[in-house]
């Protein structure tokens, strides 16, 4: 490879390449002040190398600017310089845009210079622009002028090709507002269940209080802040709705509510997202989620299960559940199948013998060569001090009948004597 400055062979460990040329290192400086320079901080014009302070000083860039391209002669029009020109010519002044001058908007060039406000004449950038009829305003001067309700009441016609209308630089083209059936822009768009609405058209039906969409909620098509959701009783509402098979299908369709089917383990009415309680991968109800004896809310780490009956720790303890789940899971005649696919989480077989429950090995608590839960290792005694909570194996003692084991806090086990027995 040549040199382009000195026409000598450039050696690659010597080389240094710009505009796709070859240059010696050391030849590599500006045409005026003869400062060494890199491609980085290098300009050119008319084959010449510049610094940028000198490319700066000698008015470089607005030459570039003034040259005319014209077409060689095996081609119809002019073709691309490496200056980046090329009959890129400004949507303003139609000059030539060259790529460290060139501001884009809307699919559009424009000189960073000449980017301003019709209105105000202010420079701006990209962000804060918006236009309308291929005029560009400045966010202030586009709101006074009114260019958002123009942009509303302009009316899409379908071109000569199309039987729809196109949609606009704007982004209407057809949709439509849920509530004044207008066309919504994307500056202006706000999506709530798969519908759009203007911001300004998003309120609650009730107290016409504008909403945001994490702040809301709906019943038959109506939108409603959440006090007046509650205060108007849909959330019961909702429950009684009777959902009908579509004819198409032979169950009823999911509404958006998320009902659908999914009955509570309870009272076997529809649960909703927003309401339900799972336990024992089965659905409740927040409010059918209580003790079957003594009626009281509890929650699903302060409950027990037995034959499907849900029951307070107090009460699952008062009935003997905890033993009676032992003497069923002993005599049940049906073998047991463990899946050895879980067996690498150390479940796959390791049941808790107070809830039955797999056990892995994070919660895992061994006593008396039988498996629990650590949250379920608890005094069995109902008046205990420390209130159904988990004990340590250090505080622990036992009484045994048979295969049944019962585990009291040493506190408990010495006021009730078992330590005498």
Known sequence: MKCTICDKTAYPAETVSYEKQPY???????????????????AKFEDNIFCTQC??????????????????????NALASKFGGGGTPCTICAKTVYPAETLSFDKRVYHIACFTCTTCSKKMTSSDAAAFEEQVYCRKCFQEGGFTQKQRNVKWEAKGSSGSA??????????????????????????????AYHQECFKCTTCTKKITASDAAAYDNDIYCRKCFAAGGFTQKQRNVKWVAKEGTGSATASKFGGGGTKCHVCDKTVYAAETVSYEKKPFHASCFKCCECDKKVTPSGCGMFEDKLYCTQCFAKGGYAKKQVATHKTSSEPKQYDNRFAKFGGGGNKCVVCTKTVYPAEQLSFEKNIFHIACFKCSHEGCSKGGKPITVNDAQYTKDGDVLTVYCNKCFGELGLNRA
């Open 24 to 42: 010696h290192v050391e030849c590599f400086k500006c045409s005026e002040c003869a400062k060494k320079i890199t491609p980085a901080s290098a």
């Open 55 to 76: 490319f700066s000083k000698g008015g470089y860039s607005q030459k570039q600017r003034n040259v005319k391209w014209e077409a060689k002669e095996s081609s119809s």
């Open 166 to 195: 196109v949609a606009s630089k704007f982004g209407g083209g057809g949709v439509s507002c849920e509530i004044c059936s207008k066309t919504v822009y994307p500056a202006e768009m706000l999506s709530y269940e798969k519908k």
